[in-house]
């Protein structure tokens, strides 16, 4: 099993940038690949990005595609997201999630979530 603790998140304006990050506990955490995923008041929470095992391959939702980076360091066990020109509608609670098989987009494929952590983008 893996615990996972997000941080980075807070309050910028619009058009400012943000990196998130997720550590993960233990010595496996090279066997999952990971994602990020977002969920804003009253909406469901959506798929933002996504990395594979080694980092070789990653995914983003059409929405923050070439805004944000999914990026990955095995030998510190964290992964990483890096957010430019950051629009209101950006605004959520950011979460990371691991699981032992490939990429996936849907939430409920992933075993392990961190707690979150807040981005407010004001205009």
């Known amino acids: 099993q893996v615990q996972l603790v997000e941080s980075g998140g807070g309050l910028v304006q619009a058009g400012g940038s943000l990196r998130l990050s997720c550590a993960a506990s233990?010595?496996?955490?090279?066997?999952?690949?990971m994602g990020w995923f977002r969920q804003a008041p009253g909406k469901e929470r959506e798929f933002v990005a996504g990395?594979?095992?080694?980092?070789?391959?990653?995914y983003y939702a059409d929405s923050v595609k070439r805004r944000f980076t999914i990026s990955r360091d095995n030998a510190k066990n964290t992964v990483y997201l890096q957010m430019h020109s950051l629009k209101p509608e950006d605004t959520a609670v950011y979460y990371c999630?691991?699981?032992?098989?490939?990429?996936?987009?849907?939430?409920?494929?992933?075993?392990?979530w961190g707690q979150g952590t807040q981005v407010t983008v004001s205009s």
């Open positions: 999630a691991a699981n032992d098989g490939m990429v996936r987009v849907t939430s409920t494929d992933y075993d392990y």
């Open positions: 233990g010595r496996t955490f090279s066997s999952y690949a």
């Open positions: 990395v594979s095992k080694r980092g070789g391959l990653t």
